[in-house]
């Protein structure tokens, strides 16, 4: 692990006074989005998307770099995006907590170091982390509570090496999960939430508390693309057609509609499931503590205002579930009309949540 690298990429927040775009880079496209203050609210400066054709980026590894340095060029030419906090693909991060014994704080660092490869699958001479400190211990027998978020060295490099050869300025690299629950989750609030974060092509699970993430995991094989193909497959019809019978009807009208109760139930039976499994996951490390328990869900992605699909889960999980608002921590909407629908800036979670380390907490 080069402790420089992460320096440099990760940086303490001494930039958070400067301008700066919040930059989401993801398989199938690239979003920016940029606040700026106005009195205690912060208004979207600029925003938009740039698609990045199949194959430049899979799974979060970049597959095609120098394609992938002519689209961020393009966008710093067209959009003016020359500053940037850029995102990280989860797919790619490992985010844990877990307990260490009691030692100084000097000690701590080499630690985790010398037992990441217990909690990540990635050797700790290929892992760039960082480590935050929820609880120190009170006496020499307690443990500190830390969570360490850890990626591979090769992953940041290509991402870093890819925005500087575009000539845009990196001020910092960050997890996707972090940047999420930045943007949906009340700065001092205290609940430990669910965040769902549904895509077109994935799906993943973050579990925070304010600003924090304590853990997070990608599931590849469930995405709104599912359910858009079981339409078009079922019901016969062309690729456009299903995706609008998805966005616009989705589980609403899927009783009355068995064709169509057919091709959405099987995905979005699985993605209870798999919110089911997160839960339980979540309480085997917690112990069931009433205070950290999961006390609401979520959505996020572009896929999240699939119709019923919040009340659906809330039914079936018996907790709260509700869509996320990417407005939580701008104070923009006591000024201002949002510059984009509700459903579209569901999309711009993670771009948010990045312009959002320039706003004071």
Not at 21 to 47: N, R
Not at 87 to 93: D, F, R, T
Not at 133 to 154: E, N, R, W, Y
């Amino acid at each position: 692990m080069t402790r420089g690298l992460f320096n440099k990429l990760f940086p303490t927040p001494k930039y958070l006074e400067m301008p700066a775009v919040g930059l989401d880079i993801s398989d199938q496209s690239v979003k920016y989005l940029e606040l700026t203050p106005k009195g205690d609210a912060h208004l979207v400066k600029k925003f938009g998307e740039k698609e990045i054709p199949l194959g430049i980026i899979e799974s979060g590894k970049i597959k095609d770099q120098k394609k992938l340095e002519e689209i961020l060029r393009a966008l710093k030419v067209e959009r003016g995006v020359k500053r940037v906090f850029a995102s990280l693909p989860e797919e790619e991060a490992f985010i844990v907590r877990i307990p260490m014994p009691a030692m100084s704080l000097t000690e701590l660092r080499g630690a985790i170091e010398l037992g990441l490869e217990e909690h990540v699958p990635i050797p700790a001479k290929d892992a760039v982390f960082d480590y935050e400190i929820l609880k120190q211990p009170q006496s020499d027998t307690d443990t500190f509570d830390v969570v360490v978020s850890v990626m591979p060295v090769a992953t940041v490099a290509s991402y870093s090496n890819a925005l500087k050869n575009a000539g845009i300025e990196l001020l910092a690299l960050e997890i996707e999960a972090q940047a999420i629950a930045r943007a949906l989750t009340p700065f001092h609030a205290r609940e430990t939430t669910l965040v769902v974060d549904f895509g077109k092509t994935r799906t993943s699970f973050l579990v925070t508390s304010g600003h924090k993430t304590f853990s997070s995991s990608t599931v590849n094989n469930i995405g709104g693309e599912d359910i858009t193909k079981a339409i078009q497959k079922n019901l016969k019809v062309d690729y456009a057609t299903a995706e609008k019978i998805k966005i616009t009807k989705g589980l609403l009208h899927s009783r009355r509609d068995k064709e169509l109760l057919f091709s959405v139930i099987p995905v979005v039976s699985i993605l209870k499931d798999e919110v089911a499994k997160q839960f339980s996951f979540w309480e085997s490390k917690t112990g069931s503590h009433e205070k950290e328990k999961i006390e609401r869900v979520v959505l996020a992605g572009g896929q999240a205002t699939l119709p019923g699909l919040a009340e659906y889960l809330a039914l079936s999980l018996g907790v709260p579930v509700e869509l996320g608002n990417v407005w939580t921590n701008t104070r923009l909407m006591e000024v201002t009309l949002p510059p984009m629908t509700f459903n579209q800036s569901l999309r711009y979670a993670t771009a948010m949540g990045l312009a959002l380390r320039n706003v004071p907490r």
